[in-house]
């Protein structure tokens, strides 16, 4: 499965490169702080729940990190602080990871086994998100929807899943969370 992690360019703890909530102290000062500010507000935040608040990780284990299942699920997770995590000198570490080692969470998060992945791709952090308010991930609307139409939703999520079970239950919770039934 392919893993999307944000990463430093060039700063490692204990061999991999670090991420923007763990190890921030080995940053210079100003990306220290930015960083420090980022990951009080996001474990605020019901759209970014770290992995202990995430009914589908639930946690994370010491030979685990945290990645997420494609691009823009990373960049709606981080919106509002591309810039900085580009100026802190973080990019896009991309990995193929065995999908026995990878466990999906809520909002496109995972957590997976760096001892199996591959690393296949560095890629800065496109300049069409820098600009991305925090406020729009907030601001999203609810679909309403009859409670008869829900059903057949979940019911068209499990023939389309069939095959991946960790994907259908990703995929159903996202559904039931965008929904407000009447």
Not at 76 to 105: E, T
Not at 166 to 171: G, T
């Amino acid at each position: 499965m392919r893993m999307y992690r944000v990463a430093h360019s060039t700063i490692r703890a204990g061999g991999t490169y670090i991420g923007p909530y763990c190890n921030n102290s080995m940053l210079p000062a100003p990306h220290h702080d930015e960083m420090a500010w980022m990951q009080m507000e996001h474990e605020d935040s019901v759209f970014c729940p770290g992995p202990q608040e995430d009914p589908f990780l639930r946690h994370i284990s010491e030979d685990e990190f945290c990645a997420f299942v494609g691009e823009e699920p990373l960049y709606v997770w981080f919106s509002g602080y591309c810039a900085k995590l580009k100026a802190a000198g973080y990019v896009i570490r991309v990995y193929d990871v065995p999908d026995a080692d990878v466990r999906c969470g809520r909002r496109g998060q995972a957590a997976f086994k760096m001892g199996s992945a591959e690393e296949r791709d560095v890629r800065p952090i496109l300049e069409r998100f820098l600009g991305r308010d925090a406020e729009e991930r907030q601001q999203r609307q609810a679909i309403y929807v009859p409670a008869s139409k829900v059903a057949v939703m979940l019911g068209q999520v499990r023939d389309m899943t069939a095959d991946k079970p960790y994907l259908a239950a990703v995929l159903r919770q996202e559904l039931r969370d965008a929904l407000i039934l009447d």
